[in-house]
């Protein structure tokens, strides 16, 4: 990275930043009017912010480079040939789990032909986006460790919602959601 720097590139593509070196270099270059695209592996787009800190980066140079991050996960979608519309219960959900009011119905893997007799054909991301604005970089400096409110206030779509959504859509099943969610 450090050699690649001196090319003088307007943008950069770290593959992942997986140590503190790397991130070192990657927050160094960002400082220095490169853009830099990376990845690092986390459970939210706000846990990338953690991460960076964790690694022994200063937050106030996480709030001074980092312009966006982005969270995803990719849930298998429900074969349209076979899946099953199932009405909402209690027990569906783990417990502490708040069920959306919105949320009363929902569907279910089955299998066929069609779908190997799996239920699912297909895959679909659910994703958070988190545009870094003035308020949240001050979060950052702050060294907040949640941002829930930030997130309410601004209504923010969170991989949870977004995975709601797809649940609601009859795209991927609740079973589908939580394995990813609780990894």
């Not at 270099?25 to 990338?48: E, F, K, P, Q, Y």
């Not at 930030?150 to 079973?175: F, P």
């Amino acid at each position: 990275l450090r050699t690649f720097l001196r090319q003088d590139p307007d943008i950069i593509m770290v593959g992942e930043i997986r140590d503190v070196n790397t991130a070192n270099m990657a927050i160094r270059a960002a400082l220095t009017g490169h853009l830099v695209l990376s990845t690092i592996h986390t459970n939210s787009a706000w846990a990338t912010v953690s991460r960076l800190i964790d690694m022994g980066i200063p937050p106030f140079l996480i709030a001074s480079t980092l312009n966006v991050s982005i969270a995803q996960r990719l849930v298998r979608k429900l074969c349209n040939v076979c899946k099953a519309k199932q009405t909402v219960h209690a027990g569906l959900f783990p417990t502490g789990f708040l069920i959306p009011a919105a949320l009363t119905h929902h569907f279910e893997a089955v299998g066929c032909e069609e779908c190997h007799h799996t239920g699912y054909s297909g895959r679909k991301a659910i994703y958070e986006i988190l545009p870094i604005d003035k308020e949240l970089m001050g979060l950052i400096k702050a060294n907040v460790l949640t941002i829930d409110d930030y997130l309410d206030n601004k209504k923010k779509q969170t991989l949870k919602s977004n995975a709601i959504d797809l649940i609601k859509e009859g795209v991927t099943s609740v079973d589908e959601v939580f394995a990813l969610l609780m990894e």
